[in-house]
């Protein structure tokens, strides 16, 4: 039966890949002194994150449809440039070209706005994946923590080679951990601080800056190029954007980040990476709201709700929570508005599986025999971080028709419908997605870092699509108003890098959405 599903979805959504010309084309565009294009849209605008090789003397200039905007400065020295542009026609493919006076400038290229609010598209695609960031280091005993920007570059162009209409990076765009690094390294600075250095007061130093300049070339512009120029992209942050991994020390965690740290992640977004544009059903007046919380809309089909579980974590016994009671009114609302056929929930911190780690949903951990339990008292862990999941889960399972939530965090591939937490079980089917890490190795992955793999939590039952694989990987999506299709792929060396351009689906499901 599951065969034939298939076969009638994918027969009314598109099944669009890109062609050999479609690829020589795009490696044949010139960036000219561009070295790095990030684009937001939405269904009236556009925002450009950009930065050059080389230092502008005077704003670059973004040609949007004949239209001539100046780049807004991101930063001090002339590098990194920001780009704003409203008033455009919804579900169009829009001209765009940058010049940079006499520095040359980029050939032409097109960028498609989202469909209207009230628009019913057929389909949309979506292609996610978390953990891209990563210093390149060289390999120790043979082993490492990040895979080569090569190979990212490789599992990035077979996930474009899908033609999504969108991209979704969730959380740990970069990893230069502060306090834990030290921590791990026995005091010591670890090799990405020797070699790039350490954050100190005032956050908008120009020893800071620089630093922040280095970190994002190197893990982000280096990255993505301009490989995404023409797909719109969402970035979700989690802890490492934060400059710290989620740990907890004697009497203290990692968070809530360090005034200094939040100070920072402002300005390597304000660099490198686009804040999300407005969105009429989310409230101007929510913390953060254009760089923690934010929407993915297409027309009526999909909305995505994109929320950073470390940006405004709390830790006090008596309304401790990953969000604040803004966002979660925020959430509950747009969940429950059935003119929406897709709402998926995106938090940067996953649903359904742990690591036994600090900062997570649930309160499991390894106890002394080595193997995962549940453990209320785990250091530093607060109950109102799970009983806010459960009524964020309790709204997933409540729209009378199965939904996703998709997550990052977790360096593993998987997928399972959450079919009981606690003393909740779902009303509808709600599947937690596990959307693949694009950058992490050998020394990274949670059996090696933490001395045990994604596990299930002892008060959570699953019906497991994919069991958590420790392999590199991406996710693609699938929304028709009659289902969602799920796609699953994975690598990890020593397989041959050849494999990558050809990957094929680990997991190729359908869930039907006929309610």
């Not at 090569?150 to 230069?176: C, E, K, M, N």
């Not at 974590?313 to 059935?338: C, I, K, M, N, Y």
């Not at 497991?464 to 799920?486: C, N, S, V």
Request: with cysteine; hydrophobic share 40%.
């Amino acid at each position: 039966m599951e065969s034939l599903n298939r076969r009638v979805f994918c027969g009314s959504v598109a099944a669009t890949s890109l062609t050999a010309s479609d690829t020589a084309a795009a490696a044949a565009w010139n960036a000219g002194p561009v070295r790095h294009i990030l684009p937001a849209a939405s269904h009236d605008a556009i925002r450009l994150k950009t930065s050059f090789s080389e230092p502008l003397r005077v704003p670059p200039v973004l040609e949007l449809n004949g239209r001539r905007i100046a780049g807004q400065a991101t930063a001090p020295g002339g590098r990194h440039w920001r780009f704003e542009g409203g008033g455009l026609r919804p579900n169009w493919s829009h001209s765009l070209r940058i010049t940079a006076g006499g520095q040359g400038a980029t050939d032409r290229w097109s960028l498609r706005t989202t469909p209207a609010p009230d628009a019913r598209p057929g389909a949309f695609r979506l292609l996610a994946f978390t953990c891209a960031g990563g210093d390149e280091e060289p390999a120790t005993n043979g082993r490492r923590a990040h895979i080569p920007l090569t190979t990212r570059q490789a599992l990035l162009q077979r996930g474009l080679s899908f033609a999504p209409d969108a991209v979704l990076a969730i959380g740990d765009h970069v990893y230069w951990d502060q306090e834990s690094g030290l921590r791990r390294n026995n005091g010591q600075p670890s090799a990405i601080n020797r070699r790039i250095g350490m954050l100190s007061q005032p956050a908008d130093s120009a020893a800071n800056l620089q630093m922040l300049a280095t970190v994002g070339d190197r893990q982000i512009a280096s990255l993505y190029g301009a490989a995404l120029r023409s797909t719109p992209v969402w970035f979700v942050r989690d802890d490492h954007d934060y400059f710290e991994n989620d740990e907890f020390y004697g009497e203290r965690g990692t968070f809530p980040a360090s005034p200094l740290n939040r100070g920072a992640t402002q300005q390597l977004q304000a660099m490198f990476w686009p804040e999300f544009l407005p969105d009429v059903n989310r409230p101007g007046t929510l913390p953060g709201v254009d760089c923690s919380f934010g929407t993915m809309r297409w027309g009526r089909l999909f909305e995505g709700l994109l929320y950073d579980c470390r940006g405004y974590l709390t830790v006090d016994a008596d309304s401790a929570a990953f969000v604040p009671p803004a966002a979660e009114a925020w959430l509950a609302g747009r969940t429950g508005d059935a003119d929406i056929r897709h709402v998926m929930q995106v938090p940067s911190t996953p649903w359904g599986w742990s690591a036994g780690k600090w900062g997570e949903w649930y309160p499991d951990a390894l106890g002394a025999d080595g193997k995962p339990a549940a453990r209320p008292d785990k250091p530093g862990w607060r109950a109102g971080w799970f009983e806010q999941h459960q009524r964020l889960l309790a709204l997933a399972g409540s729209r009378g028709r199965d939904s996703l939530v998709a997550s990052g965090d977790l360096h593993a591939v998987g997928a399972a419908r959450i079919r009981r937490s606690g003393g909740l079980t779902p009303q509808s089917g709600v599947h937690s997605i596990l959307t693949g890490p694009l950058g992490v190795d050998d020394l990274a992955f949670p059996s090696s870092f933490r001395g045990t793999a994604a596990f299930i939590p002892a008060d959570v039952d699953l019906e497991t699509h994919q069991a958590p694989l420790e392999k590199t990987g991406f996710t693609i999506l699938d929304f028709a108003p009659q289902g969602i299709r799920i796609r699953q792929f994975a690598w990890r060396s020593p397989s041959p890098l050849t494999e990558i351009a050809g990957l094929q689906p680990i997991l190729d499901k359908v869930i039907e959405t006929r309610a």
